[in-house]
């Protein structure tokens, strides 16, 4: 097993919040924190809030197979694409449009060994 640092910078209300995890490979769902509170994305923006855009995510090898936003009961309400940022740079923000609120998830997952 190894570990993927993973991060994704969102814009949120005209303000930038960047998440991270360092992912161990093979675990399901493993959830993205707020870098400066530590908190989850449900947590950070419990009043309810609209991503506009995003910028990454960022991994560090392909074991890293989505991030995804899930919603209250669990379903997927947005999917981020994802780059390794060893074989391209880092790119421009991309639009989003997504709702988020208390108890969403933001969590990447990973396969057991690295692509």
Excluded: K
């Excluded at 609209?50 to 309400?77: D, F, H, M, T």
């Amino acid at each position: 097993m190894s570990n993927s640092n993973v991060s994704i910078e969102l814009q949120v209300n005209g303000q930038p919040f960047i998440f991270l995890v360092d992912a161990t490979d093979g675990n399901a769902n493993e959830e993205l924190l707020n870098l400066v509170s530590a908190r989850s994305i449900g947590s950070t923006f419990s009043a309810g809030a609209v991503i506009q855009a995003a910028r990454g995510g960022y991994c560090e090898n392909w074991a890293i197979s989505g991030i995804r936003l899930l919603n209250e009961q669990g379903n997927v309400a947005f999917e981020f694409p994802v780059y390794q940022l060893e074989q391209q740079n880092a790119g421009g923000l991309y639009s989003v449009g997504c709702h988020v609120g208390l108890n969403y998830q933001l969590v990447v997952t990973t396969s057991a060994t690295v692509a």
